[in-house]
């Protein structure tokens, strides 16, 4: 737009026309008439120079307004070229014959040239060259429409093709429908990542609907033939062509991989060009439990019959494990005769096919076991029936036998009634027998009162022979006789002891106690005893036991007991051992063991009989018996375990505190 006149110059041309005209008026030699008419004329013209300021203002209004409104239009355009080089899509604008005029940034990336490459090249040569007769003749019928869409390939400069979605719409000279056209606007839309998704979505659907009718097929027959058909169907619709299918199980008996079924080869042939073990494509999909592809057989690997897949044409195949419950039961293999990359939604079909094709022949499987006992059973019945029939015979035959068993059996309880005779003489021998034991108590009785008697003196004679002891030198004459006499002594104290607890065991005061302090506080008070002798002690005491009820006097006294007993089993020196544990749910178990020499096995069945002892010469065979009767007084039991030369142990098993009332057991 040429630029305008402002106001204050045209104002000022104005004024100086005027100054001119007044000065052309005073220089003007005419009669009176004639200034007349100029004057007449002056004023003429400065009318119409004030009219023509006044058109000047309103021009320079006008003016301003269409220097905004260009501002304005400007702004639009620069937004428009913005939207039409940032647009999502390939934007071209042709002339009427389709020569680029202008493209934007989507256009250049598009078809991978630059922008100055696209000007003033036909559109034509982004149209494949087969195409490109059909576009110049759908250019020229768009006299007949406002704009038309489109789906076509379209051609990069490189040469490669892809789907694309076309809208072409008319410029015309005037915004009149009837207007003539002077361009063509284009708008191309990539659909490559659409179709992409649409065949996604199709193979998705596909394999949803192969797996639907193996499942329908496993739901509604056990057949395996039946079920393998259907697979195999829904397998070949995947593809466009033939494709050769077979499955090959291992045998439950041998474990070998045999062939089973196939299709679309001849069976017979490749079942005799099988093996029976796996070769190294069927190994690798057995230990991976994946898909196994294979895009070129004749050039992989892992190919072992060449000449058989080229005689058959196979090409590419994969091999999908059948895996149930995590046991591999055989493979599929889909051969093609066409080089085939297979897709990640066809794996993923095969590996669900793999997974239905076991489900399938466990159910085949599951069905043949049960028609195989149905059968047995009906033949069992078949057989027990037979059975029930010729037991009938014999109890009938029976039963004349009972009419002759009564008959004996009278004469059994004539026996019987001699038998009770025979137990009633028993039974009195029986009652001797604890008079006999209440002598014997008398007897220890006896023996408690005649030990009273005896301690007073053997009292006197060690307080004696110790204060010689004492006052006999360190290697006096008499030292080793006084020592005699003092060891002689204590052990004859001891033996009047055990009588006197013998004969009159003090009543239990149990407790409700903890195991660890009553071994421990034993082990104290046995420790000079078996240090002399050179016992070595160990203990080992499981944690948190519950507690039981016992008598801690009595218990210690059975402990020491055992652990001088295990010291004189060992008359060299040894270990001693004793153990707490948990035994049952209601028990714990205290065991007392040492490296002795044993107890023979001889003597084992009487250990815990009184008087009974295998010391030579010392001791009256008491220690064990009240060592049984303490633990039999707790409500528990004594056992032992013993062999010669390897030591012996001692296990004493109590019951916990919160299952019996040692109290009441006392």
């Not at 393998?228 to 593809?239: C, G, I, Q, S």
Request: net charge negative; hydrophobic share 40%.
């Amino acid at each position: 737009m040429p630029p305008l006149i402002s106001q204050d110059l045209l104002a000022q041309k104005i004024e100086t026309a005027h100054s001119r005209l007044e000065n052309l008026f005073l220089r003007a030699e005419t009669g009176p008439e004639q200034q007349l008419l100029l004057r007449e004329a002056l004023q003429e013209l400065s009318t119409a120079l004030e009219e023509l300021r006044v058109t000047s203002e309103t021009l320079q209004a006008q003016n301003d307004e269409l220097a905004a409104a260009r501002l304005v239009v400007d702004a639009q355009r620069r937004n428009f070229q913005e939207l039409f080089e940032f647009a999502p899509d390939a934007y071209f604008v042709t002339d009427p014959v389709g020569i680029i005029q202008q493209a934007n940034r989507k256009a250049a990336a598009l078809f991978g040239v630059g922008g100055k490459f696209i000007a003033g090249k036909p559109i034509h040569i982004f149209i494949p060259p087969e195409k490109r007769a059909e576009c110049r003749l759908l250019i020229a019928r768009l006299d007949q429409a406002p704009f038309w869409e489109f789906d076509m390939e379209m051609q990069r400069r490189d040469g490669a093709l892809f789907p694309a979605a076309v809208t072409i719409s008319v410029i015309r000279q005037e915004q009149a429908s009837g207007g003539r056209p002077i361009g063509l606007r284009w708008i191309v839309r990539d659909m490559s990542y659409r179709k992409q998704m649409e065949r996604q979505i199709e193979s998705h659907v596909q394999r949803l609907t192969v797996v639907g009718a193996l499942n329908e097929a496993i739901t509604s027959q056990l057949d395996l033939d039946k079920v393998v058909a259907v697979l195999f169907t829904k397998l070949e619709e995947f593809f466009s062509y033939t494709v050769v299918l077979t499955l090959r199980l291992f045998h439950p008996d041998t474990g070998a991989l045999e062939p089973l079924f196939s299709r679309n080869i001849d069976y017979a042939e490749w079942k005799a060009a099988g093996i029976h073990l796996p070769g190294r494509r069927a190994a690798e999909a057995i230990h991976t439990r994946t898909p196994v592809v294979i895009i070129d057989l004749d050039s992989d690997a892992r190919t072992i019959r060449r000449e058989f897949y080229k005689k058959h044409g196979l090409i590419s195949c994969v091999t999908v494990p059948v895996i149930a419950k995590d046991e591999v039961l055989g493979i599929i293999t889909v051969y093609t005769r066409e080089r085939h990359e297979f897709t990640g939604e066809e794996l993923q079909l095969f590996a669900a096919v793999g997974q239905q094709t076991a489900i399938a022949i466990q159910n085949s499987r599951l069905y043949e076991q049960t028609k195989q006992q149905a059968a047995e059973l009906a033949a069992a019945r078949d057989e027990l029936e037979d059975k029930v029939s010729r037991r009938t015979v014999e109890l009938e035959r029976s039963n004349d036998m009972l009419r002759a068993e009564i008959v004996e059996r009278r004469r059994v309880e004539e026996r019987l009634r001699e038998s009770e005779a025979k137990l009633r003489t028993l039974t009195e021998e029986q009652e001797q027998q604890l008079i006999a034991s209440d002598r014997l108590v008398t007897v220890g009785e006896l023996a408690a009162s005649i030990a009273h008697e005896f301690n007073n003196p053997l009292q006197i004679i060690m307080g004696f022979a110790q204060e010689l002891l004492d006052e006999e030198k360190t290697a006096g004459p008499h030292r080793d006789g006084l020592k005699i006499i003092e060891g002689e002594t204590m052990r004859c104290r001891e033996l009047i002891r055990n009588l006197m607890n013998f004969a009159r065991p003090l009543p239990a005061k149990p407790e409700t106690r903890d195991i660890e302090p009553i071994i421990s506080d034993a082990v104290k008070l046995a420790w000079h005893y078996l240090l002399n002798n050179k016992v070595r002690v160990k203990t080992d005491i499981a944690r948190r036991l519950p507690p039981i009820r016992a008598d801690v006097n009595q218990l210690q006294q059975v402990l020491i007991n055992l652990m001088f007993n295990a010291s004189e089993a060992m008359p060299s020196g040894g270990d001693v051992t004793i153990r707490a544990a948990r035994g049952n749910a209601d028990t714990i178990v205290i065991s007392v063991s040492d490296t002795g020499v044993g107890i023979p096995e001889t003597a084992l069945p009487n250990i815990f009989r009184p008087f009974f002892t295998t010391k030579q010469k010392r001791g009256m065979g008491l220690g064990l018996s009240i060592c049984e009767r303490i633990v039999r007084a707790h409500g528990g039991r004594i056992a032992v375990e013993t062999a010669p030369g390897r030591g012996t142990t001692f296990e004493l098993h109590f019951p916990l505190a919160e299952v019996t009332d040692y109290e009441r057991a006392s």
